[in-house]
C-alpha cells in the first residue's frame, strides 16, 4: 500500500499542473504552489495590478519569432499585429528581425513607434479610407494590399512617390481583370499577389494548394501581360493547442511542404522562383498569453460539478475555444471536480474543466493561451475597463498598457 491509497487527496497534489504544450514556456509552480510566469508568481502580479490582468512572457514570445525567422528559411516572416501589439510587442518583433503586419492607423503608428522599419510594414484592411491610404504611403511601408478597383483609384490619387503594392486574391474572383488595371497605374508598382486562407489551420498541406494556384495565376498574368511577379504573400491562420492534445501546426514541417510545393509550381510553369511571404501572429503570441481572474462565487449543479463565476469575461471577438484554466495561487487540495469557468457577463470562459474541488471565492485562475485577440479586442460592454498588460521575464515585471478607468470613459464622453 501506498501513501497516495492511504491519503488519496494527494493525488490531485501529485498531478501534473500544468500542460507544457499548452502553457508559456517559463511557466513552473513554485513550492507553495503557486504558478510562476517568467520566474515571477502570478500571485503577485495579481496583488500589484489586480484583477483582470493579462500577463506576457516577453521570453516565450522572442522565442517563437525568433523559431519562426531560424526555421522559414529563405521566406519572408511578418508579425501579424492585430493578434497582439504594444510599443513594446513592435520592439521584440523588430529585434527577432520579422516584418509587420498591420491593419489600421493606429496599429501603423504604434508599429512605428515601437522602431519598426517602414519598409518592412504590410498594410492590410478592407475598405480602407483614403486618410488611411495616405498615412501610410506617407510613412513610407514597404507594401500595400489592394482588395479593391477603388482603394487603387484613391492610393493612385494620393501617393506622392512609388508605392509598391500587392493584390488580394479572393475566392471566385478574377484577379487578372484587377492586375490590367494595376498595370496601368504605374505610380503603384505591382509586386504580388496575397492571400487569406483563414485561421486555426493546423495541416500545412492547406498551404501546399494556396501555392500552387497563387504560382499559376502569377504565370497566367505573365502570358497575359508580359509581367513576372516577384512576391507570393500565403497570410497566417497557423493554429495552436488551447486544450490539451487538440493540433497545432508544426512550424518545421510547413517549412519543408512550402519548400517543395514552390518548386514543384515554379517547375510545372517555367516560372522564376517568387519570394515567399508568412504573416503569424496567433502563432507567435498567443501561448505567451496568460489571463488572471479572482474566483467571486462558487455554486454546484445537480449534477455534481461546479459553476465558478470570476471577476472578468473573456472579449466577446476572441478565439472561440474551451481554454485551460488553472488555480494559481497555492496547491490544490482534495480531489477535482467538472467546472464551468463563467464570466461576468454571464458567457463561459471554459467548461468541462477538471479544477480542485476546493476552489472557493477570492482563489486565482489563470487561463492559458490568451496572448492573441484579447487585449486586441477587449472591448467596454457594459462600460467595463479593459484590463492592463503586463510583462514578465527573468523576475522583471513591467506594465505595457495600464488599466483602463473610468475617468478614462468619463473622458471621451461630451455630456
Given at each position: 500500500m501506498t501513501l497516495l491509497d492511504i491519503l488519496p487527496s494527494l493525488r490531485g497534489v501529485m498531478r501534473p499542473r500544468i500542460d507544457t504544450t499548452i502553457w508559456p514556456s517559463t511557466t513552473q509552480v513554485d513550492a507553495l504552489g503557486r504558478l510562476?510566469?517568467?520566474s515571477v508568481a502570478l500571485t503577485d502580479v495579481a496583488d500589484e495590478f489586480g484583477t483582470p490582468a493579462y500577463v506576457l512572457d516577453e521570453a516565450d514570445f522572442r522565442k517563437r519569432a525568433q523559431h519562426y525567422r531560424a526555421t522559414l528559411r529563405g521566406v519572408e516572416v511578418v508579425y501579424a499585429a492585430q493578434s497582439l501589439l504594444t510599443r513594446t510587442v513592435a520592439g521584440w518583433v523588430h529585434d527577432a528581425g520579422l516584418g509587420m503586419a498591420v491593419c489600421s492607423t493606429?496599429?501603423?503608428?504604434?508599429?512605428?513607434?515601437?522602431?519598426?522599419?517602414?519598409?518592412?510594414?504590410?498594410?492590410?484592411?478592407?475598405?480602407?479610407?483614403?486618410?488611411e491610404l495616405a498615412t501610410a504611403a506617407g510613412a513610407g511601408v514597404g507594401r500595400i494590399v489592394l482588395d479593391s478597383p477603388i482603394e487603387m483609384a484613391y492610393l493612385a490619387g494620393i501617393a506622392r512617390r512609388p508605392q509598391a503594392m500587392?493584390?488580394?486574391?479572393?475566392?471566385?474572383?478574377?484577379?487578372?481583370?484587377?492586375?490590367?488595371?494595376?498595370?496601368?497605374?504605374?505610380?503603384?508598382?505591382?509586386?504580388?499577389?496575397?492571400?487569406?486562407?483563414?485561421?486555426?489551420?493546423?495541416?500545412p498541406e492547406v498551404y501546399v494548394e494556396a501555392v500552387r494556384r497563387m504560382v499559376d495565376t502569377?504565370?497566367?498574368?505573365?502570358?497575359?501581360?508580359?509581367?513576372?511577379?516577384?512576391?507570393?504573400?500565403?497570410?497566417?491562420?497557423?493554429?495552436?493547442?488551447?486544450?490539451?492534445?487538440?493540433?497545432?501546426l508544426d512550424v518545421s514541417a510547413l517549412a519543408d511542404f512550402?519548400?517543395?510545393?514552390?518548386?514543384?509550381?515554379?517547375a510545372a510553369n517555367r516560372f522564376p522562383r517568387p519570394r515567399l511571404v508568412v504573416e503569424p501572429?496567433?502563432?507567435?503570441?498567443?501561448?505567451?498569453?496568460?489571463?488572471?481572474?479572482?474566483?467571486?462565487?462558487?455554486?454546484?449543479?445537480?449534477?455534481?460539478?461546479?459553476?465558478?463565476?470570476?471577476?472578468g469575461s473573456h472579449p466577446h471577438s476572441a478565439p472561440i475555444a474551451n481554454y485551460t484554466v488553472a488555480l494559481a495561487n497555492r496547491h490544490p487540495i482534495g480531489p477535482v471536480r467538472r467546472a464551468t469557468i463563467m464570466g461576468r457577463d454571464g458567457t463561459p470562459i471554459a467548461d468541462d474543466l477538471e479544477l480542485p474541488d476546493d476552489v472557493h471565492p477570492g482563489d486565482l485562475l489563470a487561463t492559458a493561451c490568451t496572448g492573441a485577440y484579447h487585449h486586441s479586442t477587449a472591448s467596454n460592454f457594459t462600460m467595463t475597463t479593459r484590463p492592463p498588460v503586463i510583462a514578465v521575464c527573468e523576475r522583471r515585471v513591467r506594465p505595457l498598457i495600464r488599466r483602463e478607468t473610468t475617468a478614462d470613459l468619463l473622458l471621451r464622453d461630451c455630456g
Open positions: 510562476c510566469v517568467g493606429a496599429e501603423l503608428a504604434t508599429a512605428l513607434a515601437g522602431g519598426m522599419d517602414p519598409a518592412r510594414i504590410v498594410v492590410h484592411g478592407s475598405g480602407k479610407s483614403v486618410d500587392l493584390l488580394q486574391m479572393l475566392p471566385g474572383v478574377d484577379v487578372l481583370p484587377f492586375v490590367r488595371r494595376a498595370l496601368a497605374t504605374p505610380q503603384l508598382p505591382l509586386v504580388g499577389l496575397y492571400c487569406n486562407l483563414g485561421t486555426q489551420i493546423a495541416e502569377m504565370a497566367d498574368v505573365r502570358t497575359a501581360h508580359g509581367v513576372v511577379l516577384t512576391e507570393l504573400n500565403i497570410g497566417g491562420g497557423h493554429a495552436i493547442a488551447y486544450r490539451t492534445g487538440e493540433p497545432e512550402l519548400e517543395d510545393a514552390l518548386d514543384a509550381a515554379c501572429g496567433r502563432a507567435i503570441s498567443g501561448r505567451a498569453g496568460v489571463t488572471l481572474h479572482r474566483v467571486q462565487s462558487v455554486s454546484t449543479r445537480t449534477d455534481g460539478s461546479s459553476v465558478i463565476t470570476v471577476d
